[in-house]
């Protein structure tokens, strides 16, 4: 027995400092994650010959990330040192369409990458930044941007030819002769004959001169315009381009920096409101051949003079849209692989409608192809939710087009012959077409959906008429992949709900095996048994399904917290590591202490489709509130909750959503913490806001019934605020507003807490920390 004692006694010890599941705190779990959970690879990309897989990584903790590599020949991981980094062609450039040559930019210079050799031509060393290269029409030449001008560099002689000669300003005219300034000099000249002689033989040698002068680009004066999306015709006849103008009577909000290294009061710049003068979009035409520059009218496109449904709440300002056409942008044009045909797609502003359309730079003409008309807002994966966005767009062949539309509920993948105008769906279903790749051969897309579950996120291959799709990737969780440039191996960034994304390699086959590179997680957070939460789904009042996270405890202890992502268009009932890992490892936390979690991908969440996203247009905090409190009467009725004791959480649009619930159903919801919430929508932006609720002053009724400072009133239980006081995105003075608010209606139980050096997303652990203590802190008590 003795001899068992120091036995018996490390046994204890190993359990002391090595606990089966081991206890999680607030100080814990929001720690520097690079120190305690480790750091996921990142930015995976293939070398040129597919036989090395690159990616950010640190699994040293160190400051800062480093650059790895993944040798498939050797089979080794091995970190790239500074030297070797500095060699190495740029991730991210531009192709020739046989794929042997890449251009790109590094250090703000350009480079030529032969992709078989792997040599490499620096094409410039200048101090300025030369941006956006792409091989011209005849691949003869890299083109590029620098200081808002398309330049060229012939690859064989090194030529460098200007194109465009863009000017801020007006151009100064020259001095108008008055008549009697006209009158002296004619009669000078009829006067004197040296006067005479001297005058005929300057203007023939001002003459010869500019019949000696080289070509130039033409001198287009831009005023107090912007000039973006400059482009040279594949045949080098037209240059396209937009201007913008800014309207300068536009607000924007100052946030000020109280705690600062020089000591003084700083005013950080930060965006405008929601509804103030939008900026102006031209498209304009510079025909080279010509030397001409015209503008493109948009006026007769299908569908311009059309009016909104929702100003049938609106009578009187019906008659302000007699006859006015809604204000586009043009984006692109897209060319062919022949250069033969154009195509552009127009966005209305308002984010209504889209339109892509065959173009003519030569006529100017606008041919529709395909309008996609939302009341709500135009949006979805691959389509882009706003107005600057073309989505996903390209060429299958010199006439064929494939693009991604709603139309059908879902974004889906279409083609389109652009000479017949015969539109083809290649995929159809409930589900939605996340990611679109085009083969190097043409002859298949690799794309990424959510068919199998809303949840799951995997790879597919299909051919490019359309029909069966290959399922590549295989596990349960999300797979982003990228694939290698001969297209026979897969590099996949992976992860479960429950285990951080790690690196993975596959052939492309979907029975081959995958094989894990990377370990990333520490041991110290492996220690825990982190839940692989329950993804159920919960039948909202109105009969749509709600797919939800829900965290069980062993045993319950009656009280439940309810908490709301953010973001609003953001999916977090899923199968995969959340972006809201502290929230996740928090959840944890509570299931230890009894608590049950419901973590709800609530109305205009993404993945679900277009009735899903829109399910808020014109009332936030409305179907996405109600679907928590069905969610709340769910945990009431099926897991043994307390009705009174539920609590609610949430950051952004988390916040703003445990507002209302507190605010308008106060009876549901016991106690609540909005963390950094938008508290007036007509003080958020314009770009997100105006999709949604259109502008304040069209649609003021949106704005009333979903702004939570005007229901502040219905407060009757525990509130906590949190904010980060130089958030240039959701700014401090919003909460400090609603708490103006709270005062003046005489309501005492809130609190705030402000966080003097932390943007919308914090960053210090010490401000994680104090935050969901606090959290913690009121649903122990306020719970109970």
């Known amino acids: 027995m003795k001899k068992l004692l120091p036995a018996l006694g490390l046994a204890c010890i190993a359990l002391l400092f090595f606990p089966a599941h081991a206890q999680l705190t607030v100080e814990k779990i929001m720690r520097d994650p690079k120190t305690w959970i480790g750091t996921s690879p990142s930015n995976v990309h293939w070398s040129e010959d597919s036989r090395t897989i690159f990616f950010d990584w640190n699994p040293e903790a160190a400051p800062g990330d480093s650059l790895y590599l993944y040798s498939l020949s050797d089979k080794k991981t091995m970190k790239v040192s500074q030297s070797e980094r500095r060699k190495l062609p740029a991730a991210q450039g531009v192709y020739n369409r046989l794929f042997t040559l890449k251009t790109y930019v590094k250090n703000g210079d350009l480079y030529l990458l032969d992709c078989k050799t792997n040599q490499v031509r620096q094409l410039t060393n200048t101090v300025e930044n030369e941006s956006n290269p792409t091989f011209s029409g005849d691949e003869q030449s890299v083109l590029f941007e620098k200081d808002d001008n398309i330049f060229s560099i012939s690859l064989s002689t090194g030529l ?15 001095a108008k002769k008055s008549i009697q300034d006209t009158w002296l000099e004619a009669d000078q000249l009829a006067m004197f004959e040296i006067l005479k002689e001297r005058k005929e033989k300057k203007d023939a040698g001002k003459k010869i001169s500019e019949a000696e002068k080289p070509t130039r680009p033409k001198e287009i004066y831009l005023d107090e315009k912007r000039v973006s999306g400059q482009q040279l015709s594949p045949d080098g006849r037209f240059v396209t381009y937009q201007l913008s103008k800014a309207d300068k009577s536009a607000k924007r909000t100052v946030v000020p920096s109280y705690v600062t ?6 005013d950080l710049p930060a965006r405008g409101k929601v509804g103030a003068a939008p900026t102006a979009f031209e498209f304009w035409v510079y025909d080279v051949k010509k030397d001409t520059t015209r503008q493109v009218s948009t006026k007769e496109i299908v569908g311009i003079s059309d009016k909104p449904d929702y100003l049938k709440d609106y009578p009187k300002q019906d008659s302000l849209w007699k006859n006015k056409k809604r204000d586009v942008v043009v984006l692109g044009p897209f060319w062919s692989p022949d250069g033969q045909n154009a195509v552009v797609v127009v966005r209305s502003l308002d984010n209504k409608d889209r339109w892509i359309m065959r173009f003519n730079p030569d006529s100017l003409s606008l041919s529709l192809l395909d309008r996609q008309r939302d009341e709500a807002w135009i949006g979805g994966p691959g389509v882009g939710g706003y107005s600057m966005s073309a989505g996903e767009l390209g060429w299958v062949n010199s006439q064929t087009l494939y693009f991604q539309s709603e139309a059908d509920g879902y974004s889906h993948l279409y083609t389109l012959d652009v000479k017949t105008g015969k539109k083809t769906q290649l995929t159809r279903g409930k589900f939605e077409v996340q990611s679109v790749q085009l083969s190097r051969d043409k002859q298949w897309f690799y794309m990424t959906t959510n068919e199998v579950h809303p949840g799951e996120k995997h790879f597919y291959k299909m051919a490019v008429s359309g029909g069966e799709r290959q399922q590549l990737t295989k596990a349960k969780g999300a797979h982003e992949v990228v694939l290698s440039p001969d297209e026979t191996q897969l590099a996949i960034r992976y992860s479960s709900s429950n285990q951080p994304w790690e690196l993975f390699l596959q052939s492309n086959d979907a029975s081959s095996k995958t094989e894990q590179l990377t370990k990333s997680t520490t041991e110290e957070f492996r220690k825990y048994a982190w839940r692989e939460a329950k993804i159920i789904t919960i039948k909202a009042s109105d009969g749509a399904d709600i797919y939800a996270r829900i965290y069980e405890p062993k045993k319950s202890n009656g009280r439940a917290v309810v ?38 991908d609530y109305r205009a969440s993404a993945g679900y489709g277009r009735d899903w996203r829109t399910g808020i247009y014109r009332f936030m905090g409305g179907k996405d509130l109600t679907d928590h409190v069905d969610g ?43 963390l950094r919430p938008v508290t007036d929508w007509a003080a958020y932006n314009q770009g997100y806001t105006a999709n949604i609720l259109n502008e304040p002053q069209a649609d003021s009724l949106a704005y009333r019934r979903s702004s939570p400072i005007y229901h502040a009133a219905g407060l009757k239980n525990h509130l906590l605020m949190c904010h980060g006081m130089v958030d240039v995105n959701v700014h401090f003075q919003d909460v400090a507003r609603l708490s103006q608010r709270l005062i003046e209606l005489g309501k005492s139980n809130w609190e705030l807490a402000a966080y003097p050096m932390e943007d919308h997303g914090f960053v210090e652990a010490s401000s994680w920390t104090d935050e969901y203590k606090r959290i913690l802190k009121l649903f122990e008590e306020k719970l109970r």
Do not use: C
């Not at 290294?261 to 700083?266: A, K």
């Not at 999916?571 to 959340?578: D, E, T």
């Open 160 to 174: 460098l030819t200007q194109h465009t000669d863009f000017k801020s300003g007006k151009k100064k005219e020259e």
């Open 261 to 266: 290294q020089s000591g003084f009061t700083e």
């Open 563 to 600: 908490f709301v992502h953010g973001a609003g268009y953001l999916q977090n009932a899923h199968f995969w590591w959340s972006n809201y890992f502290r929230e996740y490892m928090f959840h944890n936390l509570l299931t230890d202490k009894g608590y049950t979690v419901l973590d709800m």
């Open 632 to 674: 709340a009467a769910l945990l009431v009725k099926k897991y043994g909750i307390d009705p009174k004791k539920i609590g609610v959480y949430g950051g952004s649009y988390g916040g703003f959503i445990t507002l209302m619930a507190l605010f308008t159903t106060p009876d549901v919801f016991t106690a609540g913490a909005a």
